[in-house]
Structure formats: C-alpha cells, structure tokens
C-alpha cells in the first residue's frame, strides 16, 4: 500500500460512524479507529499490537472476537449493551450497539487472517424504525413478526452470553476485584430482561385485542380504579395522580378492558414524562353530545419535531420503549368511535384529550 492509499484509508476510518476493530490472526489488534476510542475508552496509539483481551473492556463483546477465532465461520450480528465508562460511575451510560464479526481470509479464501468487527450505536432504535420504514408495504403481521424477532431475539442471546459469563465468573473463587464484574453482568441480565418484558407486553395488548364487548358502564368507577392501579407507580417517583371527576356523567357504553388499557398507556406516559413532584390530573367532561377524558402532565413534553409521530406504529423517543402505547390508544379509541387529541409542551408538560361520542349505535 502507497502512502496517499494508507492515507485514504485513515482518513475515511477516522470518519466512518461506526466503530471499526481488526485484530490479526494472533488477536494482535491492527486497526481501532476514532469511534472504537470512544466505546471502548482507549486511545487508538496505545492499542495498536496489544492482545484483544487486554483492549476490549467488555467481556459480552470479547466473546464474540472469541466465537470467530474458534469457529472462523461466515460473520454473524448480535445486539449487546455496554456502559460507557466501563467502570461504574455517576455519568455512566448504557449504549446497546449493533455489533458484527467478521472472519477475515486471504484472496484465496485459505489462509484466516484475523477478525473485523464492526460496532453502530442503535440505542435510539433509529436503525430499526428506519428498516421498519421502508417495508412499509409489508402487510402489519409481518411487519409484527419481524419486529418480534429483533426485540425478542437480540436481547435473549445477549442474555444467553451474559448468563454463561456469569456461570464462569462464579465457578472459580470469586474475588472482590470480580464481584464488580459480577454486579455489571447482572446488571445488563436484568436490562435486557426488563426490555424484553415490556416489549412482549405492549407486543401482546397490541396483537391480541380480542372482539370488542360493550357494556354500559360508569365511566368515573372506571376511570377510578385505572387511577388506583397506577398510582403506586406514581408514588415510586414521588408523583401525584389527583382524579377530577365531573359528577352525572351520562353512562357510556364501551369495552371496559380495552379501554382500560387505553387510559393506562396514556397515564403510564405521564408517568414516565414527570421527574420528582409531578402532577397528572385526570378530568372527566360531559357535554350534550360528547364525554370528554383529559389527561394533564407537568413533565418534560414533546418537540415540535416528535409530535406529529406519537401516534405511529412503533415510534418511541425512549430507549426502552416499544413505540405501541399511543398506537394501541389510539386504535381502541377510535374503535369506540372517539378521537385523541395532543397539546405539549417541552418542558412544560403534555395534555391528551379523548373525546367520546355519545349515542353510537354500537352493538
Ligand atoms: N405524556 C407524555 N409526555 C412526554 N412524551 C410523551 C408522552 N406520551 C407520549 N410521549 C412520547 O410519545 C412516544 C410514543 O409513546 P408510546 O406509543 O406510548 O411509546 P413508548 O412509551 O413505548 O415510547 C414516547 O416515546 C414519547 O416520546
Ligand atoms: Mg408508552
């Protein structure tokens, strides 16, 4: 190689988005551009040559290095979380990377020359959305199950790894230098296993709205003891939910359990949007011929930018959302012949309004 190729060759490394580790046949590393530096804590300089096991601070990623030097077979992807800085501290965060391992032969496709791994932060899911995207024209179940299969999947297999480090740690004598090692291991175990819990819930409510079944009812009794289910989970972020129920409203007719699941998503939003003394008040109005449910916040509101898209399939500003909650509102409302309406503010807070009409013949 030239000199201007070796130079064309650093320069677009040190641009690329992604963070880009090649470790020779021997695990000697030979390319960590600029974005490895960053994910991986360690100046480029220093590494160059080192043994991978001594530069990758991250066991659930030295793994897979690992899986290629013992395997050499085709490249494979995984999704795996790790805590920037490595070592536990107060601005410690979690970035979960698209990672994929590469064997590297020569020309001739003999002779194993080493491991390429590339890793992109996907933390924001934008990858996924921008996929989801595309294939717009796929019908909705497929679309469900290719979803299905990237949120169920990647964090079981890093659950998987995770878990079998941690049989590992725990077989030898365990030291204090590795019980830190131990707490981040299970700390990822229970990341992942939260994911994948609230993700298979909200993929569940979504897929499995059964026929609706209407019911006259009392809408302040339901709405109360909606309130009451979530307000302890208020509670744990020191937040308040107050109800304010307009007395005589006339009754309505609706499915009470989807419904249900409309105002909680709603109210577990609000939930989520206030930090320590928030307030959610939930009104209820009558008019002639309308019921009106308000859903007020003081927490941290949606940008201009966000709000047209709250409401769409799988659109989520959270790292551990699912995107579904305003989706499955939204179809459970209207079911119901309703509409629901949004007003926010960032940093002032958001206000969602369901209206129901009342007098529809449904049956
Ligand atoms: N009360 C709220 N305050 C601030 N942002 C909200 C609120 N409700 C919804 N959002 C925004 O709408 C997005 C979509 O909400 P949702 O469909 O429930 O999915 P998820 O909660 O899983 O992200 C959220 O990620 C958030 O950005
Ligand atoms: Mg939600």
Redesign the pocket.
């Known amino acids: 190689m030239n000199r201007t190729e070796q130079n064309l060759y650093e320069i677009i490394l040190r641009n690329f988005k992604e963070a880009v580790v090649f470790a020779d046949a021997q695990e000697r590393i030979q390319i960590f551009n600029f974005i490895a530096e960053k994910y991986f804590q360690i100046s480029g300089k220093k590494v160059l040559g080192k043994r991978l096991e001594r530069v990758i601070p991250y066991k659930n990623i030295k793994k897979h290095f690992d899986l290629v030097y013992e395997k050499r077979e085709s490249n494979h992807d995984v999704e795996l979380a790790i805590h920037i800085p490595p070592a536990p501290s107060s601005d410690q965060e979690t970035l979960i990377l698209h990672c994929s391992f590469y064997p590297i032969f020569d020309k001739k496709g003999a002779m194993f020359l080493g491991c390429l791994a590339t890793f992109a932060d996907i933390t924001e899911k934008g990858l996924l959305l921008r996929e989801i995207s595309k294939s717009r024209d796929l019908s909705t179940i497929g679309m469900l199950a290719r979803w299905m299969a990237h949120e169920i999947r990647n964090p079981l297999s890093s659950l998987n790894i995770n878990i079998e480090l941690l049989r590992e740690e725990l077989g030898g004598e365990t030291q204090l230098s590795q019980k830190e090692e131990i707490h981040s291991l299970i700390n990822f175990i229970s990341y992942e296993t939260l994911r994948l819990e609230n993700n298979l819930k ?1 993929f569940l409510d979504f897929n499995r709205l059964p026929p609706l079944k209407f019911e006259w009812i009392q809408l302040n009794e339901v709405l109360d003891s909606v309130v009451r289910l979530l307000r302890p989970d208020a509670q744990i972020k020191n937040a308040r939910i107050e109800a304010h129920f307009q007395k005589k409203l006339p009754m309505l007719k609706i499915d009470i359990s989807q419904f249900n699941l409309a105002i909680s ?2 109210l ?3 939930i ?2 206030v930090s320590e003394k928030g307030e959610i008040h939930l009104f209820t109005r009558g008019s002639k011929k309308n019921v009106f449910i308000i859903i007020q ?1 003081n ?4 940008s201009k930018e ?1 709000l047209p898209r ?2 769409d399939f799988m ?4 790292p551990m ?7 499955i509102a939204k179809k459970i409302i209207s079911d119901h012949h309703g509409e629901i309406s949004v007003k ?1 503010e960032v940093n002032k ?2 206000v ?1 309004k369901i209206r129901i009409p009342l007098g529809q013949k449904v049956n």
């Open positions: 909200e998503n709603l577990i939003n609000s989520q949007a916040d927490g941290v509101g949606i966000h709250i409401f659109f989520s500003t959270k959302g699912s995107g579904l909650g305003l989706s926010s807070g958001s969602f």
